[in-house]
């Protein structure tokens, strides 16, 4: 079963940047690009959104228009990893955020069915 393992939350004043980490393993006999993954958020008292997605299976990453221009997601497939860089972050981008992969997924139309998820990591912005 495929095992996700988020990083890289903290605390960080508006403006600032993090870069969050999502080791994958475990892939069930498929390869790290036979996965697409995805960050969502959750933040206190409001539902899970998706925030950004990245897929070989059509070469395509994708983010939610709040993040769009801010956010950039990367993958390292010799170290099965996928990253989250955020920059210009603000108040509002406080939430735990969590890593997720489904196989055979593109990301083009957002990340919608999700199979696998990690446990989160918190992301603080003060004001």
């Known amino acids: 079963e495929v095992q996700l393992v988020e990083s890289g939350g903290g605390l960080v004043q508006a403006g600032g940047s993090l870069r969050l980490s999502c080791a994958a393993s475990g892939f069930d006999g498929f390869g790290f690009d036979d996965y697409a993954i995805a960050w969502f958020r959750q933040a206190p008292g409001k539902e899970r959104e998706g925030v950004s997605c990245?897929?070989?299976?059509?070469?395509?990453?994708w983010y939610t228009d709040s993040v769009r221009g801010r956010f950039t997601i990367s993958s390292d497939n010799a170290k099965n990893t996928v990253y989250l860089q955020m920059n210009s972050l603000k108040p509002e981008d406080t939430a735990v955020y969590y890593c997720?992969?489904?196989?055979?997924?593109?990301?083009?139309?957002?990340?919608?069915?999700?199979?696998?998820w990690g446990k989160g990591t918190l992301v603080t912005v003060s004001s």
């Open positions: 997720a992969a489904a196989r055979y997924y593109a990301c083009a139309g957002g990340p919608y069915d999700m199979t696998y």
């Open positions: 990245v897929s070989r299976i059509d070469d395509s990453t």
